[in-house]
């Protein structure tokens, strides 16, 4: 199992962190919703939190909760800036369809 972030992900994790003054890393998970079945959940991890499992890449840790973490093993965390628009991207090699408009996938 594992999940990883390229270092344009890491630096912004690292950075809105220091900005916030709390945090201990970040937070990933998947919800049900959306025309494709799920969607990705990002938050800030305040602290770890029972049946987490923990993974570290580029000085960031990022927390899965157990109930995600199949659907997120392999996955790597990317951040990208297109003109005005920033936000995280993910390669998730279990995905096997996308929704039209890329807010839900299908495993």
């Known amino acids: 199992m594992a999940i990883s972030l390229t270092e344009s992900a890491a630096a ?5 962190l220091e900005e916030r003054g ?7 998970g998947v919800r049900k919703t959306g025309c ?3 969607a990705y959940v990002i938050n800030y991890a305040e602290s770890a ?3 987490d499992t923990v993974f570290e890449d580029h000085g960031v840790r990022v927390f899965v909760e157990a109930g995600s973490l199949a659907l997120l093993d ?3 965390v990317d951040f990208v800036k ?3 628009n920033e936000a995280f991207r993910f390669r998730n090699p279990n995905v096997k369809g996308e929704c039209g408009c890329g807010e839900s996938f299908s495993v």
Request: proline share 4%; charged share 10%; hydrophobic share 30%.
């Open 12 to 16: 912004r994790v690292r950075s809105f």
């Open 22 to 28: 709390h945090g201990v890393g970040l937070r990933l």
């Open 36 to 38: 494709s079945g799920f």
């Open 49 to 51: 939190q029972p049946g």
């Open 74 to 76: 392999g996955t790597t």
């Open 82 to 84: 297109q003109g005005l």
